[in-house]
Nanobody
């Protein structure tokens, strides 16, 4: 089992920044990829960014150049730095961890609201 605990959401004005953190515990040696998804009201959950164990990253087009995903293996933590936030970034953000055997683990979600 893998447990994921997120932090860092909140309310921010357009153009502002937030950093999300996700701390993993448990059977972390099984994790091959970590990432962030988001779900806005009435919409499907979508991938925002992901990072593989060896550091390769992937971003959805709408956040490229604004968001940065990183991980600190010593702290078993993955971060999502979000800059130049837009109202359309408003959503519940979920941390995700995937294993090589196809198991998926999710955090509880943290609300990000971009509004003036």
């Amino acid at each position: 089992q893998v447990q994921l605990v997120e932090s860092g959401g909140g309310l921010v004005q357009p153009g502002g920044s937030l950093q999300l953190s996700c701390a993993a515990s448990g059977s972390i040696f099984r994790i091959s990829v970590m990432g962030w998804y988001r779900q806005a009201p009435g919409k499907q959950r979508e991938l925002v960014a992901s990072i593989l164990n060896y550091g390769s990253t992937n971003y959805r087009d709408s956040v490229k150049g604004r968001f940065t995903i990183s991980r600190d293996n010593a702290k078993n933590t993955v971060y999502l730095q979000m800059n130049s936030l837009k109202p359309e970034d408003t959503a519940v953000y979920y941390c995700h961890a995937g294993t090589g055997l196809g198991f998926d683990y999710w955090g509880q979600g943290t609300q990000v609201t971009v509004s003036s």
